[in-house]
């Protein structure tokens, strides 16, 4: 963009351009409709959608300094050196354009094509949702040489937008605290934003994301705080997400063009892991269903990798044929396409339907990759040799697979012999304990509801998926078992590896192991085999953790379970005086401790029980955190484990 077109834009980016689709009503109502809940995973999508605001506005060419700022009384402020949003009259409504932005649906720079070329969010309703759903909002401008204030409550104006001094400043401030009426949670994890922020970081290069948590104080007395800036963008990404696994190829393949109007940037690279690692994103948002973009990557580097292995007789030995999924074994890669005006679909509303990016993606895989490929032929050798080695242990795997699926039944009548069915057969109502040890099995199978919850014991520790050859994860009689329970399965006609659960027998999936440091691992293990060869059933929320109580305290005929030491101190306090030796407590190192009526009040029935749904709040930042947590490379786990633990003599 030139000089001259930038100054013309600052220019015209004023109240006229500022266009109004529809009032803002219902947002109260139905809050869930705008931001997904109304639970911790809304809660946060409100920073997420007014620092969007100021992504478009770095997008645009006007922002490279982002803050974001968790206050101590719970509010949010985040703030941007961006134009600011305009103050003058908007002509059609007859009020300030901060104010329409502020209050009303589908208002903003962005449906003006002329102000935004491309733009994240939830298409323009953002800023005026964060507003209807915050007991209050503060939003500050400066631009024009003047500084602006306006203060809302619950997305109404406590009075007109006013001048309160000036400034050589340009930006717009917004600090906004969630209304307890709306919100269940009204608790802001520092992570969960962070890694938003991170994200955001490495998909839009030069831009500054500082984070500031005002409630954490350092041992210096400083305020915890990280700031997140890529000069490399995607590149750089890679190499995170991949941090914890070995490269095969030394560089990232790093393609950054612009096709038809369609900026599109991709990075990838090979690692020795028998999982596809592919993120895509479209104007920032994390596309978790794929879409076109995918579609249009995979094309265009199954076609390129399989023409250049032809053409240099490398797969002339090989007696199986080769198939896409082959060419993605190992692989990591983001894709982050920029669409004018992208049409989403699928069940989450984030899988891209525009059918031209197919072929913009396809052409610009193409292209590149053939050119790398030309002018690396060691590092093309490596990869071609990860494709036929895939290729053949897929061969192996196929077999494998089918055990799962065979006809002939693995006990009577096809289920595992150690599943305590139910009796429902309907899907929705049914529910499936995956259970740690024969032990706590049997005692669970003693306390279930017959009806609705099933039990399946499982053997120990399941395989680490992380380590494991795909056609070695097949072979696990423990992780066949799971596949058989569920009813779910896997394609082996036409072989690949995608999930097939129209059949799945159980809308709750709930892991159920002790609370203690091998129950976690236990946990992390299985959670590990279900992101990796299950997503389906997380994307889709079937996927549940039970969350069995620490303790149980008595003081007389008075008892309490406690799920954590803060309620066990509660306890102490209000029935002990202060004396812990007044107190009885006993500590559940394992399910196998409690009774079958014990285990069925407190863990699994659906009364008062406490059930943690597994998400992925963020597919990247846990693709990380399972390689670094169960991969082979021991010291980012270590410095994961000493960041995060929290020290307590647990098994005591």
Not at 230 to 248: H, K, Q
Request: with cysteine.
């Amino acid at each position: 963009m030139s000089e001259e077109e930038i100054v013309n834009n600052e220019q015209s980016y004023s109240a006229k351009n500022i266009q109004v689709l529809e009032g803002l009503e219902a947002v109260r109502k139905r809050p869930a409709m705008y931001i997904g809940d109304t639970s911790e995973k809304g809660l946060h999508h409100l920073v997420y959608e007014v620092v969007d605001n100021c992504i478009d506005e770095a997008l645009a060419g006007y922002c490279s300094d982002i803050k974001v700022w968790i206050n101590e009384d719970g509010s949010v402020t985040v703030s941007d050196n961006g134009r600011g949003i305009p103050v003058d009259m908007h002509e059609k409504e007859g009020r300030s354009a901060l104010e329409v932005v502020l209050t009303v649906l589908h208002a903003g720079g962005k449906f003006d094509k002329g102000s935004y070329k491309v733009s994240g969010g939830l298409h323009g309703v953002g800023v005026s949702c964060v507003n209807a759903l915050s007991d209050r909002l503060l939003v500050q401008i400066s631009r024009d040489g003047k500084s602006y204030e306006q203060e809302y409550h619950r997305g109404k104006p406590l009075y007109p937008v006013k001048e309160t001094g000036t400034t050589d400043q340009t930006g717009t401030t917004i600090t906004f605290k969630p209304d307890s009426e709306i919100f269940t949670t009204l608790e802001y994890k520092y992570d969960i934003l962070a890694n938003r922020m991170r994200e955001l970081a490495y998909l839009n290069a030069g831009i500054s994301l500082t984070m500031t948590d005002r409630r954490v104080k350092n041992e210096d007395g400083s305020l915890k705080n990280e700031l997140f800036y890529s000069e490399l963008g995607l590149s750089e990404f890679v190499r995170f997400i991949d941090a914890s696994r070995e490269p095969l190829i030394e560089e990232v393949i790093h393609i950054t063009t612009e096709k038809y109007g369609t900026p599109v940037e991709i990075a990838m690279i090979y690692n020795n892991s028998y999982a596809e690692n592919v993120h895509s994103y479209v104007n920032n948002i994390n596309t978790i269903e794929g879409g076109t973009h995918l579609t249009g990557f995979r094309r265009g580097l199954t076609r390129t990798l399989k023409k250049y292995a032809e053409d240099s007789k490398m797969l002339d030995k090989l007696k199986i044929e080769i198939s896409g999924d082959d060419f993605r074994e190992g692989l990591t890669a983001v894709i982050s396409v920029k669409v004018a005006e992208p049409q989403f679909e699928g069940q989450t509303k984030t899988k891209l339907g525009n059918n031209e990016v197919i072929g913009v993606v396809e052409q610009t895989v193409s292209e590149a990759l053939g050119y790398y490929l030309e002018e690396h032929p060691k590092e093309a050798k490596v990869i071609v040799d990860k494709v036929i080695l895939a290729a053949t242990a897929r061969h192996a795997a196929r077999k494998a697979r089918e055990l799962v699926q065979r006809k002939t039944p693995l006990s009577g009548g096809g289920l595992p012999g150690k599943l305590a069915d139910c009796s429902s057969r309907d899907a929705q109502k049914c529910e499936i304990f995956l259970v740690e040890g024969d032990s706590a099995g049997g005692t669970a199978k003693q306390g279930r509801n017959r009806e609705f919850q099933a039990i399946l014991p499982l053997r120990g520790k399941i395989l680490n998926v992380e380590k494991a050859m795909p056609h070695k994860v097949f072979e696990s009689e423990e992780i066949r078992n799971i596949y058989t329970a569920l009813g779910v399965s896997i394609g082996t006609e036409d072989d690949t590896k995608e999930l097939n659960i129209s059949k799945l027998r159980y809308h709750k999936i709930i892991i159920m192991t002790d609370a203690d440091v091998d129950g976690s691992h236990i946990d992390t293990l299985i959670m590990t085999f279900f992101f990796r060869y299950m997503k389906p059933l997380i994307e889709q929320g079937y996927l549940y953790i039970a969350n069995p109580p620490l303790y149980l305290c008595k003081k007389g005929k008075t008892e309490e379970y406690c799920w954590n030491e803060a309620q066990r101190q509660r306890f102490i306090e209000q029935y002990g005086s202060g004396n812990e030796n007044a107190i009885h407590t006993q500590r559940y190192k394992g399910l196998g401790e409690m009774n079958a009526e014990q285990l069925a009040s407190t863990t699994m029935d659906p009364e008062h029980r406490i059930l943690r749904q597994v998400t992925i709040e963020n597919a990247a930042a846990a693709d990380h955190i399972f390689s670094m947590l169960m991969g082979e490379d021991v010291g980012p786990r270590r410095d994961f484990i000493e960041a995060n633990a929290t020290y307590a003599n647990i098994d005591a």
